[in-house]
């Protein structure tokens, strides 16, 4: 079984940085596509990025892209957000998910496509 538990998240204004981390636990994840996604409130849990287990293939969603930048330490076991240019319609709890698959081709984008997820970090933008 896989824990993965999220830390990083606060509040900050329009324009901070802040660096989300999901470090796995139970066993190791560097074989597996890992992913991020968040859920503001009264909304879905959305897509924000994906990773695969090589980190040859990353996908983002449109909203993030250029701002977001997902990424992997598998001597850590641990999955990274660097958040830039942070706007007030990026806050939402941030939730990091791993695939059971292993050695995938690729990175889901979709909730069903992940087994394993952390309870969730808090990221809160003000203006």
């Known amino acids: 079984q896989v824990q993965l538990v999220e830390s990083g998240g606060g509040l900050v204004q329009a324009g901070d940085s802040l660096r989300l981390s999901c470090a796995a636990s139970?066993?190791?994840?560097?074989?597996?596509?890992m992913g991020w996604f968040r859920q503001a409130p009264g909304k879905e849990r959305e897509f924000v990025a994906a990773?695969?287990?090589?980190?040859?293939?990353?996908y983002y969603a449109d909203s993030v892209k250029g701002r977001f930048t997902i990424s992997r330490d598998n001597a850590k076991n641990t999955m990274y957000l660097q958040m830039n240019s942070l706007k007030r319609e990026d806050t939402a709890v941030y939730y990091c998910?791993?695939?059971?698959?292993?050695?995938?081709?690729?990175?889901?984008?979709?909730?069903?496509?992940?087994?394993?997820w952390g309870q969730g970090t808090q990221v809160t933008v003000s203006s």
């Open positions: 998910a791993a695939d059971k698959s292993m050695f995938r081709p690729t990175a889901g984008k979709f909730l069903w496509e992940y087994d394993y």
């Open positions: 139970g066993r190791s994840i560097n074989s597996n596509a």
């Open positions: 990773i695969s287990w090589s980190g040859g293939i990353i």
